[in-house]
């Protein structure tokens, strides 16, 4: 299916909001799962997880970074312009139980993806626990919506800035003496986060899930580029996840699999910005010329 872009705005320093007019994925969306974007007729898929949707309005929202040519793309579009190629909802929907105390933690695009997380764990009746990392405080956004549905929200920023100074295993200790215990954990954003968010649970014994972003292409099982193993044996995050346990996660496999195409990707990026801003400017230049 095809997708209007309703909303495409940069809401902090390298996060943009995007509103898609989606009726279908709206009406069947469940907390945890994902779409695949492809902006245009050359580009490649793109997995974004559901930040958020209504299906009264038909429209699904994702919070997004650009990190290479395809979410380069997506930025430079427009409201109005249409997504050439819009397919979900994917992946397994998060399991929601009543744990008891539920500590949901976002980093990057996880401060907007952990909103219907934190709806769905608070309507099952746990109290809920946000946290948000960030390396500062100006890149803290959603904050005013999760706190609408949380019972606490913590920020711990790498630089002191706002909240507690660290990361989420620093962070911890001081949250666990103020909340007590923590029953299970849930983290979304990126892929260095959620390690060391795990490894910090690990410690104090809280179950841990983690939404996992590996490279994907098909999303539906058959490439096998989205492999992960957990607790030696091996899944795809496509149709298996994106949920895994974090303290069984092999995290070493996973960053050596995501790395893997790193040189080929800069250079694609550096290529393709040069010759869109190259692109830019002489429309800008022509328009002057009154060409
Ligand atoms: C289930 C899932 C949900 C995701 N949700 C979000 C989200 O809500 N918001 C968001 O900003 N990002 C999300 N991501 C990551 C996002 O898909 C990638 O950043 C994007 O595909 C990069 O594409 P690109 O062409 O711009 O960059 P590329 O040049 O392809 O890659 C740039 C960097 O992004 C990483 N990357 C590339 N492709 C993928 C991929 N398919 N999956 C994961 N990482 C990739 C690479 O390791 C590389 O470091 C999610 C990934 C998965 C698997
Ligand atoms: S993306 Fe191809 S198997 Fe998961």
Not at 83 to 92: C, E, K, N, S, Y
Not at 248 to 276: G, P, S
Request: hydrophobic share 40%; proline share 5%; glycine share 10%.
């Amino acid at each position: 299916m095809k997708g209007e872009i309703i909303i495409n705005e940069e809401v902090v320093p390298n996060v943009h909001r995007l509103v898609l007019s989606a009726p279908v994925i709206a009406k069947r969306a469940k907390p945890g799962q994902f779409v695949i974007i492809i902006p245009d007729e050359v580009g490649e898929r793109i997995p974004f997880t559901l930040s958020d949707w209504s299906p009264e309005d038909g429209t699904i929202t994702i919070f997004y970074q650009e990190a290479g040519v395809s979410t380069m793309k997506l930025t430079r579009m427009k409201p109005g312009n249409v997504i050439h190629t819009l397919v979900g909802p994917l992946g397994r929907p998060s399991k929601i139980e009543k744990f008891g105390t539920v500590l949901l933690g976002g980093g990057c695009y996880g401060l907007g993806a952990i909103y219907p997380l934190a709806k769905a764990f608070k309507e099952a009746g746990n109290r809920v626990i946000g946290l948000f990392e960030a390396r500062t405080t100006y890149i803290v956004y959603n904050e005013e919506k999760l706190r609408e549905v949380v019972d606490e929200l913590y920020i711990v920023t790498a630089d002191g800035s706002r909240g507690l100074r660290g990361h989420v295993p620093e962070a911890l200790p001081y949250i666990l003496e103020k909340e007590g215990k923590i029953d299970y954990a849930h983290f979304i954003g990126c892929t260095y986060m959620m390690m060391v968010s795990s490894r910090g649970t690990k410690e104090h014994n809280i179950p841990t899930i983690v939404a996992m972003n590996t490279l994907m292409v098909d999303g539906t099982g058959m490439c096998g580029i989205c492999r992960v193993e957990v607790d030696g044996n091996t899944k795809f995050a496509c149709v298996d996840g994106p949920d895994f346990d974090g303290h069984k996660v092999n995290w070493d496999m996973v960053f050596a699999r995501k790395h893997a195409y790193v040189a080929e990707e800069n250079m694609a990026y550096q290529f393709y910005r040069t010759q869109m801003d190259g692109a830019v400017n002489k429309c800008a230049k022509n328009r002057k010329e009154g060409a």
